[in-house]
C-alpha cells in the first residue's frame, strides 16, 4: 500500500484483531499496543510485533497520545489506526500524528473536533437544510433550561455538549424533575467529559436509530454504503444492529443516504464516518443526532450487506487513493443483524462479568461471521468494555438472517463468564422483533419486563 | 453498565473478586467502588511508588476520569526491583517505567551514567527515557554494581522492559535495610 507499510494499532480486543487482519490482506505488517494486562491477548499473538505501552489502566496506557506516538515512531511505523473508542475521537491524536509525519487512519483533526462538539455540529447541519431535532443553545442555569424545555416540549433529553456514543443524556419527563435531573446532568457532564456545558432538546418516543455509513476520500467524494438500524438498546447502548432498517422505505432509504452525503461532502469528511439520525415512527420525519468521527463497532453489517471491507477502504484513503468502488457499483444486498455479545449476566441487571473464559465454542456456518479476540481459557479483564464479540449473520432476506442468527446463538457456548446470548436468544425469538415493530424505548420498556418475568430461564 | 455495578457488593461479589486476582497473573487488586475500597495482595510483598520520574505528568493524571473501565487498575507498579526481578543468574533487573526512548548519557556526546561495573546507589539516575521530547531520568531504584545494560542508546524500550541488571554487592547490608522486606 503506497505510503503505509507498518501500522501502529492502537487499540485492543475484537477491534485490534479486526485491523490486523486486515493490514495482512493488505500486506502491511502490524504493531499493536498492548497494556500489562494484553499482553497474552490475541492481537498481541496476531500482530508481526506487540509492544507494551504501560500498566492497565486506560489513563495510563490506551489514553495516552504521546505514548502511542512514541510507539509508532520507536517501531517505524508510518501510520496509526485508532479503531473506535480510546482515542480514535481524540483530535489532538490526529494532529500530533500530522506534526510527526504518520498517517492517522481517520478523518483530519478539525474534523473531529467539528463534530465532536454536538451544538456547533447541530448548528452546521440546520444550515445544509438538514432537519436537527427542536432544542436550545447551552443553558447555563435552570431558569434558562426550564424556559428552553416549555419551548420544545416535554419531555426532553438533558443532553452534554461534549458527550456522544450514547453518554451524557438524561429524560426529564415532566417540569417538576427538571430541577434535580439539571443538577445531576451538569455534575456528570462535568466528571465525564471535563466539560459541564448542557443544552435541552424534545425527546421524541416512538423513534428509531437510523445511522447512515459514510466514507470520503482525499479528492472531496463522499461515498454512502446504505443505513443500519440500531434502535435496540439499553440505556443508549447499542445490543443489536442490522442492515437495511426494516422500517426504511427506498425513498426514505434515498433521503437519508442524501442528507448525510451533503453533510459529509460540505465539511470535505476524509474516511469513515456514521452520520446518526432519530427517526420519528409516528410523525414519519427523521432529524439528525450526531457525526460519528470513526470506524463503529457495527460496521460489518454494513461489509456484509455491501460487500465492502470497511477497513481497508479506510486504509486506501487514509493512504490517498480513491476508494475500491463507485457509488454505482455499490449494491445492497440481503440482510444482515449483529448481536453484541458482551460479559454481562442479563439475570443480574447487566453487571460486568469479567474472568476467566472456560470454554469458548462460537458457532460457524454459511452466512456466520465472529468478530472477537476471545479463545478458550482467556482471562477477560476488569479494566474495559464488556464487549467479547460481535455474532453476525446474513441471510437473502431479513426472516433467514433472524432464523441463521437464533441457531448460531444457540450453538454459541461460553463458560466461566456470563453473557448477553441468552438474552439475545429471548430477542431473536420476539413476535414484535420479528415483525419489527420497536423502538429505542423498546428494549427498556418493554422487552426487559418480559424476559425478568420469564427470568429468561428457558434461553440459557 | 457502570450504574449496574455501583449498586452494590455483597460478600460473594468480593470472594469472586478475590478468586479472580488469585488466577490472574497480577500481585494486587485496588478496587473503588462509590464508598469502598478494596485492597487485596497476592502475597505480603507491598509495592513501592515509582521512583526516577522527573518531569512526567504521570502521577499527577491519575486520578482523572478513565473513560471506559469500572474497575482501576492497580495503579502503581514499581520501577523499584522486587525480588521477582531476580533472574536465573541473581541479578536484579531495573525495568523501564514507560515506553520511550532510551538514553544512557544526560545528552548527546556526554559521559554515559554508568557503565558496565559502575558501582550504584538507590537514588542514582541511570538512563533517560523520552516520551515525545518529555525527557524522564530513572533511577536505579537499587544499590549494586551495573552487570550487564540491556538496552541500546536512541533505541525505544517498552513499557517493564529491562534496561539494566544488577549485581548484589552486600547481601547482609541490602537486607538490612530492604523496606520491603516481610
Known amino acids: 500500500m503506497k505510503g503505509i507499510s507498518r501500522v501502529l494499532v492502537a487499540n485492543r480486543g475484537e477491534i485490534a484483531v479486526r485491523i490486523i487482519r486486515a493490514c495482512r490482506e493488505l500486506g502491511i505488517e502490524s504493531v499493536v499496543t498492548v497494556s500489562e494486562a494484553d499482553r497474552e491477548s490475541l492481537p498481541a499473538k496476531l500482530a508481526d510485533r506487540a509492544v507494551c505501552i504501560g500498566p492497565p489502566a486506560p489513563m495510563q496506557s490506551y489514553l495516552k497520545v504521546d505514548t502511542m506516538v512514541a510507539a509508532a515512531l520507536g517501531t517505524g511505523s508510518d501510520a496509526i489506526h485508532p479503531g473506535y473508542g480510546f482515542l480514535a475521537e481524540q483530535p489532538q491524536l490526529a494532529e500530533v500524528c500530522a506534526t510527526q509525519g504518520l498517517i492517522f487512519v481517520g478523518p483530519k483533526a478539525d474534523d473531529i473536533r467539528k463534530m465532536g462538539d454536538k451544538l456547533h455540529a447541530r448548528k452546521l447541519v440546520e444550515g445544509l437544510g438538514v432537519s436537527i431535532i427542536p432544542g436550545s443553545e447551552l443553558v447555563s442555569h435552570l431558569d434558562e433550561a426550564a424556559e428552553a424545555a416549555e419551548r420544545v416540549g416535554y419531555p426532553v433529553l438533558l443532553k452534554a455538549a461534549a458527550g456522544g456514543g450514547g453518554k451524557g443524556m438524561k429524560i426529564v419527563e415532566h417540569p417538576e424533575d427538571l430541577r434535580t435531573v439539571f443538577d445531576e446532568a451538569s455534575v456528570e457532564a462535568l466528571s465525564a467529559f471535563g466539560d459541564d456545558r448542557i443544552y435541552v432538546e424534545h425527546y421524541i418516543p416512538n423513534a428509531r436509530h437510523i445511522e447512515v455509513q459514510i466514507i470520503g476520500d482525499r479528492f472531496g467524494n463522499v461515498l454512502h454504503l446504505f443505513e443500519r438500524d440500531c434502535s435496540l438498546q439499553r440505556r443508549y447502548q447499542k445490543m443489536v444492529e442490522e442492515a437495511p432498517s426494516p422500517a426504511v422505505s427506498p425513498q426514505l432509504r434515498e433521503a437519508f443516504c442524501e442528507a448525510a452525503v451533503r453533510i459529509a461532502k460540505h465539511i470535505g469528511y476524509e474516511n469513515a464516518g456514521t452520520v446518526e439520525f432519530l427517526l420519528d415512527q409516528d410523525q414519519g420525519r427523521f432529524y439528525f443526532l450526531e457525526m460519528n468521527t470513526r470506524i463503529q463497532v457495527e460496521h460489518p453489517v454494513t461489509e456484509m450487506i455491501s460487500g465492502i471491507d470497511l477497513v481497508i477502504e479506510q486504509f486506501r484513503v487514509a493512504s490517498g487513493d480513491s476508494f475500491s468502488v463507485s457509488q454505482e457499483d455499490v449494491r445492497l444486498t440481503g440482510h444482515a443483524i449483529e448481536c453484541r455479545i458482551n460479559a454481562e449476566s442479563p439475570n443480574a441487571d447487566f453487571a460486568p462479568c469479567p474472568g476467566k473464559m472456560t470454554a469458548w465454542k462460537p458457532p460457524a456456518g454459511e452466512g456466520v461471521r465472529i468478530d472477537s479476540h476471545c479463545y478458550p481459557g482467556y482471562f477477560v479483564p476488569p479494566y474495559y468494555d464488556s464487549l467479547l464479540a460481535k455474532l453476525i449473520t446474513w441471510g437473502r432476506d431479513r426472516d433467514q438472517a433472524i432464523g441463521s442468527m437464533l441457531a448460531a446463538l444457540m450453538d454459541f457456548t461460553v463458560s466461566g463468564v456470563d453473557t448477553t446470548i441468552p438474552f439475545h436468544r429471548f430477542i431473536m425469538k420476539n413476535p414484535d422483533y420479528l415483525t419489527g415493530q420497536v423502538n429505542t424505548g423498546w428494549i427498556e420498556n418493554s422487552l426487559l419486563k418480559e424476559y425478568e418475568k420469564n427470568e429468561g430461564n428457558q434461553f440459557r | ?182
Open chain 2, 1 to 182: 453498565m457502570e450504574d449496574a455495578f455501583m449498586e452494590g457488593i455483597d460478600q460473594d461479589d468480593v470472594i469472586q473478586i478475590l478468586r479472580m486476582l488469585e488466577e490472574s497473573t497480577f500481585d494486587e487488586l485496588h478496587l473503588e467502588m462509590g464508598g469502598l475500597t478494596l485492597v487485596a495482595s497476592k502475597s505480603s510483598k507491598k509495592a513501592s511508588p515509582v521512583e526516577g520520574l522527573k518531569s512526567d505528568d504521570h502521577e499527577s493524571t491519575e486520578s482523572g476520569a478513565a473513560v471506559e473501565p469500572t474497575v482501576q487498575a492497580s495503579e502503581e507498579k514499581p520501577n523499584t526491583p522486587q525480588p521477582s526481578d531476580l533472574d536465573e543468574r541473581g541479578f536484579t533487573a531495573i525495568k523501564a517505567p514507560m515506553l520511550g526512548t532510551f538514553y544512557s548519557s544526560p545528552k548527546p556526546g556526554a559521559p554515559p551514567f554508568v557503565a558496565v561495573g559502575r558501582r550504584v546507589a538507590a537514588d542514582d539516575s541511570v538512563c533517560i527515557i523520552e516520551v515525545m521530547k518529555l525527557f524522564n531520568t530513572v533511577k536505579a531504584g537499587i544499590r549494586g554494581r551495573i552487570a550487564k545494560i540491556c538496552a541500546e542508546n536512541g533505541q525505544m524500550v517498552e513499557y517493564q522492559q529491562t534496561l539494566f541488571l544488577v549485581e548484589d554487592l552486600d547481601e547482609a547490608a541490602e537486607t538490612g535495610e530492604e523496606e520491603n522486606d516481610s
